[in-house]
């Protein structure tokens, strides 16, 4: 039986998760900005139509914002992050497998449902708009490759209805399709590899679906040769399973963030490793790992090229091995103290563990006291609970500061509707 894929992603996800609860923001031109309210994210239909650019320096298009009513909101990754595991729950339910490839898309495994497909991805998306209010479009086809280009033509062509199968189409209409699209849209090829096809003469997805396997094989590698077999039809990749896929160990965990203002002091750079290091031993509990050497760094901004530079990380092997947060906490405060200077302007710092393993396979030093390993474990588990209960950050390190004053600017951020009892949605009525 051929298998048949389907590739379901949120239409401008980020915009539309702040549509769902602030409807006035619909058929207004909208951006979401990256950390530090900095350069562009994500944009509404509206607003790729006044010409802004994906990745733009929010300050180009500032100037729209009285001309054509642009409205601009800070990045809110825990509203985006919550409603996508919504968004993953309810398009597990339609189909035996799902692999989630990114915070708005995942493919599913169609092959063997009777129904007619087309129907079953509209009932799909009206599933969607009811219970969480965000418009998506889904893309069929028998390999990963044809369905992420199915989606690509149910984006972009309206008569689709948010839906499109290659299935519906013959030979020729699909080719026709296919001639229409620019090689630049083909899953896996970048805009490097795009100007290499185009310099042999390949600029169109019909062009690389039709070129010699055995010349792309020789000229690019297996990997788009794979690709070409893809476009014909020829599943060469299955999807990862979710669960196995999230339980791969991560080999580093970095936590990094620009402040929000130029930090000069010790005692704030110190604090804002202390915060990052929090954060990334978190991620290394819930992989089941310890780590065994620590990396920090700062920076100064590197735009600011009349301003004095200076950048320096450090290594920090550790005794034995760990998951606790205060060691941690006391390793990166030695290794931020080690490498500041004062007089510097410093922009951005931050932290990586390295040497990860799983927790428990350490020989430990012949020369330390053991580590109090059960009292530390039962801390972090409590400390950890709290936390996904409550909310981040409600137990913390003292040493991470109380009302830090170095951290992101998000001016515009809409309220964590799904994810903090304080800042739920309220709704009032007239009379």
């Given at each position: 039986m051929r298998p048949v894929f389907a590739l379901v992603d949120g239409n401008n996800f980020y915009v539309s998760c702040e549509r769902v609860f602030n409807p006035r923001l619909e058929g207004k031109p909208v951006v979401v900005l990256s950390n530090n309210d900095g350069c562009i994210v994500a944009r509404s239909q509206e607003a790729r139509a006044l010409g802004i650019r994906m990745g733009a320096p929010f300050f180009e298009a500032k100037h729209l914002m009285r001309s054509h009513g642009l409205i601009w909101l800070s990045s809110n990754?825990?509203?985006?992050?919550?409603?996508?595991?919504?968004?993953?729950?309810?398009?597990?339910?339609?189909?035996?497998?799902?692999?989630?490839?990114?915070?708005?898309?995942?493919?599913?495994?169609?092959?063997?449902?009777?129904?007619?497909?087309?129907?079953?991805?509209?009932?799909?998306?009206?599933?969607?708009?009811?219970?969480?209010?965000?418009?998506?479009?889904?893309?069929?086809?028998?390999?990963?490759?044809?369905?992420?280009?199915?989606?690509?033509?149910?984006?972009?062509?309206?008569?689709?209805?948010?839906?499109?199968?290659?299935?519906?189409?013959?030979?020729?209409?699909?080719?026709?399709?296919?001639?229409?699209?620019?090689?630049?849209?083909?899953?896996?090829?970048?805009?490097?590899?795009?100007?290499?096809?185009?310099?042999?003469?390949?600029?169109?997805?019909?062009?690389?679906?039709?070129?010699?396997?055995?010349?792309?094989?020789?000229?690019?590698?297996?990997?788009?040769?794979?690709?070409?077999?893809?476009?014909?039809?020829?599943?060469?990749?299955?999807?990862?399973?979710?669960?196995?896929?999230?339980?791969?160990?991560?080999?580093?965990?970095?936590?990094?963030?620009?402040?929000?203002?130029?930090?000069?002091?010790?005692?704030?750079?110190?604090?804002?490793?202390?915060?990052?290091?929090?954060?990334?031993?978190?991620?290394?509990?819930?992989?089941?790992?310890?780590?065994?050497?620590?990396?920090v760094y700062l920076r100064t901004n590197p735009f600011a090229p009349h301003h004095p530079q200076y950048a320096k990380s450090i290594t920090i092997p550790l005794l034995i091995g760990t998951d606790d947060t205060r060691i941690l906490a006391q390793y990166v405060s030695a290794g931020i103290e080690r490498i500041y200077r004062p007089g510097f302007a410093y922009k951005k710092a931050g932290v990586m563990l390295l040497g990860l393993h799983p927790a428990g396979q350490d020989l430990g030093d012949l020369f330390c006291n053991p580590p109090q390993r059960e009292r530390s474990s039962q801390l972090m588990q409590v400390m950890d609970r709290l936390n996904q209960e409550y909310g981040s950050n409600t137990l913390r390190l003292a040493a991470a500061g109380l009302r830090p004053q170095w951290t992101m600017r998000s001016s515009q951020r809409s309220p964590n509707y799904t994810t903090a009892w304080h800042e739920l949605a309220q709704a009032c009525a007239n009379r």
């Open positions: 990754y825990t509203l985006y992050g919550d409603m996508s595991a919504r968004l993953m729950v309810l398009l597990g339910e339609f189909a035996p497998h799902q692999e989630i490839y990114s915070i708005d898309e995942c493919f599913l495994d169609l092959t063997g449902i009777s129904n007619d497909l087309v129907a079953h991805a509209q009932q799909m998306r009206r599933r969607i708009k009811q219970y969480l209010g965000l418009p998506t479009c889904v893309g069929i086809g028998h390999s990963k490759t044809l369905a992420k280009l199915a989606n690509h033509i149910a984006k972009k062509r309206l008569h689709y209805q948010g839906v499109f199968s290659w299935s519906h189409c013959n030979r020729l209409e699909a080719d026709a399709l296919m001639a229409d699209i620019e090689i630049g849209e083909v899953w896996g090829v970048g805009r490097r590899l795009k100007i290499k096809l185009e310099q042999c003469g390949i600029r169109s997805v019909c062009d690389l679906k039709y070129a010699s396997t055995s010349l792309i094989r020789k000229r690019f590698g297996v990997v788009l040769e794979r690709t070409v077999h893809e476009l014909n039809g020829i599943s060469c990749l299955d999807l990862e399973d979710t669960e196995d896929h999230q339980t791969t160990r991560k080999h580093q965990i970095i936590s990094s963030k620009s402040f929000g203002k130029p930090v000069h002091e010790l005692d704030e750079l110190r604090q804002a490793v202390v915060s990052y290091v929090t954060r990334a031993a978190e991620k290394l509990r819930q992989q089941g790992s310890w780590c065994s050497h620590l990396l």
